[in-house]
C-alpha cells in the first residue's frame, strides 16, 4: 500500500499542505491536531509551541485558495499532559438558562436599531443613553454566557442586513474584548460604538445600498462617504466617549494606508480600530444578503489571514480566530456519521472538537431526538465533515434552533 503520510520539518511546509499530527521536540510525543497551514506566520507560532516537525497527508494538499479547514495553534504547548477535565469556558450560568433572556434581549435591539435608523432619516438627535442601556445589558448578557447571543447573532434575515450587521458587530466585539481581557468599562464603550458604527448608511441611496453588482467608481465613492456621515451624526450627540467615536471613524481604515475615509495606517490606527476592522469584515463576510449568499466562517477566517499582512492586524486575527472558535458557536455542521447539528459550545483545549446538538439525519432524511455530543470524548467517535447552510437541506434552521436552545 502506498504511504500517504509523510513527516517534515517546519522549514518544509507550505500554504496548503494538510497537518494530521505535530510532534514535539523535548519528548518526540504526537499529538493529532488536523488542518491545513493557510500562513507563512502559522510556522513561527508552531516553532514557539516547542514543534520542529509536523505529519502532513500530501494526498489532502490544496492551493490555499481552496482552504476550508484551519491548522488551530495554541498559544500554549499542545501536547500538555491534561491538567483538568474542564472543556468549555466558564460562566455563570448555563447556556439554556440564559438563551431565553439573550433572546429577548437581540429582539429588543433589532427594534432600537431601526429605530434609530428611522430617527436618523428625520434629522433627530439619537438617544445614547436608551442605546448604552441596551448595550449593557448586551455585555451583562455576554459576561454570564457568550454563547446565548453568539447564537442569536447566527440568525440572519436577508432584508434586514443593515440592522442585524451592526447588532452583531457589537456582540462579536464585546466577546473579542472580553477574550482580550479589556476592562469591562472600555468593553461597554465599544459595544456602544460597534452599535452604531455603520449608522451613516441609512443617509446612502438604497440603489448604491442594495445594488447586487460590482459598485463604478462613483457609486464606490459614495458608499465610502458613510463612514463620515455617520461621525457627522454622533458629533451633534451628546454623551459619546472618545472610544465609541474612534469604533464609527476607524472601522475602514486599513493598516496599509488602503482604507478610508482618512487613509492612515498602522501607527495611527488604535487597537480598537484594528479589532473593528476584522469584527465588521468577519461579520459582513459571513451573512447572509438580498445579492450575495454567506461565506462559511472557515473561508472568513482565511481571507483575513491572507490579507493581514497589509489591511488587519496579523496577531489580533489569530486571537479572533481563537476567541470565537474555528467552529463558531451557531454554526450549522454535518458529522462524518451523516447527522446534522448546531455547535452548542466551544472546547478551547481542542478546537476542532466542539460540542454538537445533533437533530437530523441525513442517511435517513429524518429528524431524530435532540442530544448533545461532545466531540472530544473518545466515547464519541463522530467528527466534524463540514460545515454547511440550511438550504443544502431543506432545513428551517429557526425551527431548529428553537428546538436546541429555546424550548
Known amino acids: 500500500m502506498k504511504k500517504t503520510r509523510q513527516k517534515v520539518l517546519l522549514s518544509q511546509l507550505t500554504p496548503g499542505m494538510y497537518v494530521v499530527e505535530i510532534i514535539r521536540k523535548s519528548d518526540n510525543l504526537k499529538v493529532k491536531s488536523e488542518g491545513y497551514i493557510v500562513h507563512k506566520s502559522t510556522l513561527k507560532k508552531l516553532a514557539d509551541s516547542g514543534i520542529d516537525r509536523v505529519i502532513v497527508d500530501p494526498s489532502r494538499e490544496k492551493k490555499a485558495e481552496k482552504i476550508d479547514r484551519i491548522l488551530p495553534i495554541e498559544k500554549e504547548t499542545p501536547i500538555e499532559k491534561e491538567k483538568s477535565k474542564e472543556t468549555t469556558t466558564k460562566s455563570n450560568i448555563s447556556l439554556d438558562a440564559e438563551m431565553s433572556k439573550a433572546k429577548t434581549l437581540y429582539k429588543d435591539a433589532k427594534s432600537l436599531q431601526q429605530k434609530i435608523l428611522d430617527a436618523i432619516t428625520k434629522g433627530k438627535v439619537i438617544d445614547v443613553k436608551e442605546v448604552k442601556s441596551n448595550t449593557d445589558a448586551m455585555v451583562d448578557s455576554i459576561f454570564r454566557n457568550q454563547d446565548a447571543l453568539a447564537c442569536m447573532s447566527r440568525l440572519r434575515i436577508k432584508d434586514e442586513y443593515l440592522v442585524e450587521h451592526s447588532l452583531n458587530v457589537s456582540i462579536l466585539m464585546t466577546i473579542f474584548a472580553k477574550h482580550l481581557k479589556v476592562d469591562k468599562s472600555v468593553i461597554e464603550q465599544l459595544a456602544l460604538g460597534a452599535f452604531l458604527h455603520d449608522i451613516g448608511k441609512v443617509l446612502i441611496p438604497d440603489n448604491i445600498l442594495n445594488k447586487k453588482g460590482k459598485f463604478t467608481e462613483q457609486e464606490y465613492e ?13 458629533a451633534e450627540t451628546p454623551d459619546i466617549s472618545a472610544i465609541a467615536m474612534g469604533i464609527v471613524q476607524q472601522h475602514h481604515e486599513r493598516l496599509d494606508g488602503s482604507g478610508y475615509p482618512k487613509q492612515i495606517t498602522s501607527d495611527d490606527i488604535t487597537q480598537y480600530g484594528r479589532m473593528i476592522a476584522i469584527v465588521d469584515t468577519y461579520d459582513a463576510m459571513t451573512a447572509d444578503r438580498v445579492y450575495k449568499s454567506a461565506m462559511h466562517p472557515i473561508k472568513a477566517f482565511k481571507i483575513l489571514l491572507n490579507e493581514a499582512e497589509t489591511g488587519y492586524d496579523e496577531t489580533l486575527v489569530e486571537q479572533f480566530i481563537q476567541c ?14 451523516g447527522k446534522l447539528g448546531l455547535i452548542s459550545q466551544l472546547n478551547k483545549s481542542k478546537p476542532l472538537t466542539p460540542f454538537v446538538r445533533v437533530f437530523y439525519n441525513t442517511r435517513l432524511n429524518q429528524a431524530i431526538p435532540m442530544i448533545e455530543l461532545d466531540l472530544s470524548q473518545s466515547k464519541h467517535k463522530d467528527q466534524i465533515d463540514c460545515c454547511i447552510k440550511p438550504e443544502d437541506f431543506k432545513l428551517d434552521l429557526l425551527k431548529f434552533f428553537q428546538r436546541a436552545f429555546w424550548n
Open 222 to 234: 459614495q458608499m465610502k462617504l458613510h463612514v463620515s456621515l455617520g461621525v457627522n451624526i454622533l
Open 324 to 337: 470565537i472558535g474555528v467552529y463558531p458557536v451557531g454554526t450549522l455542521v454535518k458529522l462524518n456519521s
